[in-house]
């Protein structure tokens, strides 16, 4: 069974900043924690990947899973579902809204299903870890550029 876990986080940047680091696949092993590689497999008309292959190391041991991106209009945000790998199933989402003060709300959404016998708890604290530490990764990558 798949769990679902959601967050936000304020970004002082534009959605477009944002999408341009949330794109850049390559250089996702430089500020993803655990991210061990990243190959991009397809790339659409503008160069954005929309088929990428990625490795981690996990505490439950090396994953190994292919991910489809779609991009929405006017970098309002991308989903991704999965392709195929070590896990059972991966879906989710950025949504980026632009502030009143010229900042972006990012809201990042997962439905992931590991594909290894664990408690329920435990499978929800693991989506809930993946979900803050995607945005406190990202947040902190934007601002730095």
Same mark, same amino acid.
Do not use: C
């Given at each position: 069974?798949?769990?679902? =876990?959601?967050?936000?986080?304020?970004?002082?940047?534009?959605? =477009?900043?944002?999408?341009?680091?949330?794109?850049?696949?390559?250089?996702?092993?430089?500020?993803?924690?655990? /991210? &061990? &590689?990243?190959?991009?497999?397809? @790339?659409? @008309? @503008?160069?954005?990947?929309?088929?990428?292959?990625?490795?981690?190391?996990?505490?439950?041991?090396?994953?190994? !899973?292919?991910?489809?991106?779609?991009?929405?209009?006017?970098?309002?945000?991308?989903?991704?579902?999965?392709? &195929?790998?070590?896990?059972?199933?991966?879906?989710?989402?950025?949504? /980026? &809204?632009?502030?009143?003060?010229?900042?972006?709300?990012?809201? !990042?959404?997962?439905?992931?299903?590991?594909?290894?016998?664990?408690?329920? /708890?435990?499978?929800?604290? =693991?989506?809930?870890?993946?979900? @803050?530490?995607?945005?406190?990764?990202?947040?902190?990558?934007?601002?730095?550029?």
């Amino acid at each position: 069974m798949a769990e679902h =876990a959601e967050g936000s986080t304020e970004v002082f940047a534009s959605p =477009a900043e944002v999408m341009a680091v949330v794109a850049d696949f390559d250089a996702y092993p430089d500020w993803v924690g655990n /991210l &061990e &590689e990243v190959e991009v497999l397809h @790339r659409d @008309r @503008r160069g954005r990947g929309t088929r990428v292959a990625f490795r981690l190391r996990t505490p439950m041991g090396d994953q190994a !899973y292919t991910l489809a991106y779609r991009y929405q209009p006017r970098d309002a945000g991308v989903t991704w579902t999965y392709v &195929e790998g070590t896990l059972d199933d991966l879906a989710g989402s950025y949504a /980026l &809204e632009p502030t009143a003060d010229g900042t972006t709300q990012v809201t !990042y959404r997962l439905e992931v299903a590991l594909g290894v016998p664990l408690p329920g /708890l435990v499978k929800r604290q =693991a989506a809930k870890q993946i979900v @803050r530490s995607a945005l406190s990764d990202l947040k902190r990558r934007v601002e730095s550029m």
